[in-house]
């Protein structure tokens, strides 16, 4: 009998204490459903939480009104593996804030107010798989290497944006990529957008409602059409288009090569010439020598 109450208590205390750390580690306005959650969603915040524990994986700051993460945020909770900040006020990331990352598989910044994803943005985080950037009305620009290093990215969302252009080495140089959204931005199709049209024909099976749910406006009118209208002849007369660099670089290079030409034709000649007369020349000395 008494053994037994000896174990009971221990279990007791046991569990009392855990409970009294998992209430100690729990910033006080957020729930905290297991030791490695932490929850504070539409609370009302207009900035982090103070007392994170800091070994926490999964952590949920979506409606709210956080207008900024700290930029050592990830070296500070490095086992994060799941990060919400979905519906708050971001309006911008500094740099190297989410390059350090290295176990985040999941980052939702939806519905936020960023404008501008720059190069190097995630930097190498190896380990994301679903990276939400849609709902940002103000975001127009996408760096072509925003998401470079990404090597597992496989969910890519930036639907309903302010993206009027996107180049796409953005996208062609995710190896892992399996979705795509980019729907609801106001798409211009002119001569850059040619590139980006030829990789969405060729991946269109990667658009959840494929190129049938993406507009974009003309150049010309401002009209909008769907990009089923499109074919890769729409964009035929930007091959022709030729840029200033373009017709440098040709009148350069014809330039080049005629003056190349010039120059073997001479070397050709004169070489022609000496050696006859070099052959002229040995002749003589054959003739004088049988003579
Ligand atoms: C976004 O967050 C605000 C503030 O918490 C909330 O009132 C609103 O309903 C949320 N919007 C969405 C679409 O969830
Ligand atoms: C979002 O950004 C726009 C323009 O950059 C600004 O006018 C607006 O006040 C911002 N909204 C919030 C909630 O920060």
Redesign the pocket.
């Given at each position: 009998m008494l053994p037994c109450v000896c174990w009971l208590q221990s279990i007791l205390i046991l569990l009392s204490s855990f409970l009294w750390t998992l209430g100690e580690n729990c910033p006080a306005t957020c729930l905290c459903p297991d030791p490695h959650t932490v929850d504070c969603s539409?609370r009302?915040l207009t900035r982090l939480p103070d007392e994170i524990p800091l070994d926490v994986r999964r952590l949920l700051l979506a409606?709210?009104?956080i207008p900024r993460i700290p930029s050592d945020f990830l070296v500070l909770y490095s086992d994060l593996v799941y990060l919400d900040l979905r519906?708050n006020t971001l309006s911008h990331i500094e740099p190297g804030t989410l390059s350090t990352s290295s176990r985040l598989v999941f980052l939702d910044l939806g519905?936020n107010n960023l404008t501008e994803i720059p190069k190097g943005t995630f930097g190498e985080s190896r380990s994301l798989i679903k990276l939400r950037l849609g709902n940002n009305p103000y975001l127009s620009i996408v760096s072509e290497d925003a998401f470079l290093g990404l090597t597992s990215l496989r969910e890519l969302e930036l639907e309903r944006n302010a993206l009027s252009t996107l180049k796409v080495g953005a996208l062609s140089q995710l190896p892992s990529l399996r979705v795509v959204r980019l729907e609801g931005n106001p798409w211009v199709c002119n001569c850059n957008f040619a590139n980006l049209f030829a990789w969405l024909m060729e991946n269109s099976h990667k658009l959840p409602n494929g190129v049938e749910g993406m507009e974009c406006s003309l150049p010309m009118d401002g009209r909008r059409v769907s990009l089923t209208q499109l074919s890769k002849d729409s964009f035929r007369e930007c091959q022709a288009t030729l840029t200033l660099t373009d017709l440098l670089i040709i009148i350069f290079s014809g330039i080049s090569v005629s003056v190349v030409a010039i120059m073997t034709s001479f070397f050709l000649a004169s070489t022609v010439h000496c050696f006859q007369r070099w052959s002229k020349g040995t002749k003589g000395d054959e003739e004088e020598s049988e003579e």
């Open positions: 539409g009302g409606d709210n009104w519906n519905s």
